[in-house]
């Protein structure tokens, strides 16, 4: 899976989407907050670390739950990347 910040958003948005925690024409910017807009929650985060795994290749370490790595699609792509670089 390629590490391009674009491309990894595109993959969480789908996803988003393909749960229904997204409606397709919903507007979500980079830097829009997941929790302030309601796409996720905590119950909704146990499902996005296994998608993270499964689509990129990147084990979410528990101490790495927190908001500076899951709270906007800009968050996530940059958490992805630094994990798929190490």
Do not use: C
């Not at 409606?23 to 905590?42: M, N």
């Not at 990147?58 to 940059?78: C, K, Q, R, T």
Request: overall charge negative; cysteine-free.
């Amino acid at each position: 899976m390629s590490n391009d910040a674009e491309e990894i958003q595109d993959t969480l948005r789908k996803f988003f989407i393909d749960h229904a925690w997204l409606h397709p024409e919903e507007a979500l910017k980079a830097d829009d907050s997941l929790l302030e807009k309601g796409v996720i929650d905590s119950m909704a985060m146990i499902e996005l670390t296994v998608f993270i795994g499964e689509a990129f290749g990147v084990e979410v370490a528990d101490e790495d739950l927190m908001p500076e790595n899951f709270d906007s699609l800009n968050a996530i792509s940059g958490y992805i990347r630094k994990k798929q670089e190490n």
